[in-house]
């Protein structure tokens, strides 16, 4: 695979500087994610040979999340699949890489990509949110995303917004539309609403009770869903260390979409069984019959 990069990389070395930088100037970020996501050339790669700097990325803005599929574009850049492996369990999202290893888009993958195109609902201003202690009020996406950033910037710690509901939104469509939410959960569902069901990327569920490992070395024990967000959210609360994936304890069942399902003993059969079973853009599923049990 090495050798197979190393010749890649040589291809790209005939090019002059000017024609390697200007796929970037020409293109933005969106259309170099979908030109990575079309590439009937992409080819899988091994974790070691993604960009330090994208791997860095991962770890920092998605320390839940377990690295299931890395590919490559020779063209365009990076395609990095990966799965939830602690609050949203079995879900799935990818994430994109320029060649230099800069992430492209925003936090959810292919979904961010779908919304730059038809962002589903705006918010209607003013807004009021607490972050932290303090209370803030903003007109526009502008001011929200400045008191975001300087709540950032003053504590190093990426905070959601504590909504002042009630709230409303504005969907977007032929005709426009307003709907008032009155809670977290309302606001997770219009999102939801928007993603729509063909879009839906849970591949399995845990079999419960289950157990993580967190990243002070205490044991977390879940015995249904809304157990594990319930714990999970109130450990990273209080937890003021480094964030890291927790660790689930081996063996666990995952109970797959159809109702069958697979007991894994170690992280590796956890990465395969992605891949084995899980659904990809499409509705495509990788691998022939899958290893569930």
Known sequence: MKKLLLVFGLIFLVNSCDDNMSYKQEMSDMQ????IASDPNKFEIDEVDVPAMSLFSIGEEYYDYMMYKAEISPEYGYQISLGDM???????????????GRKLGGRDGMDERKRHKKR?????????????????TVNDYEEFHAAMKAHYEATGVKEKPAFAYPIQIEFRGEDTETATINSDDE?????????????DKKCFTFGFPVSFTMPDGSVLTAEDEEDLEAKMQAFYESYEGKKKRP????PVELIFED???????SVEEMRQ???????RD?????GSGGTRG
């Open 32 to 35: 170099l994610i979908e030109a």
């Open 86 to 100: 602690a609050l949203d369990a079995g879900d799935m999202t990818e994430i994109f890489f320029s060649k230099d």
């Open 120 to 136: 589903c609902f705006k918010f209607v201003f003013p807004l009021t949110f607490n972050l932290g202690e303090t209370s803030h």
């Open 187 to 199: 606001l997770k569902e219009a999102f939801q609403a928007c993603r729509g069901e063909q879009d």
């Open 247 to 250: 660790r689930v304890i081996f």
């Open 259 to 265: 109702g069958s399902s697979l007991t894994v003993n």
């Open 273 to 279: 069984a992605w891949k084995d079973n899980c659904k």
């Open 282 to 286: 499409g509705g495509d599923e990788t």
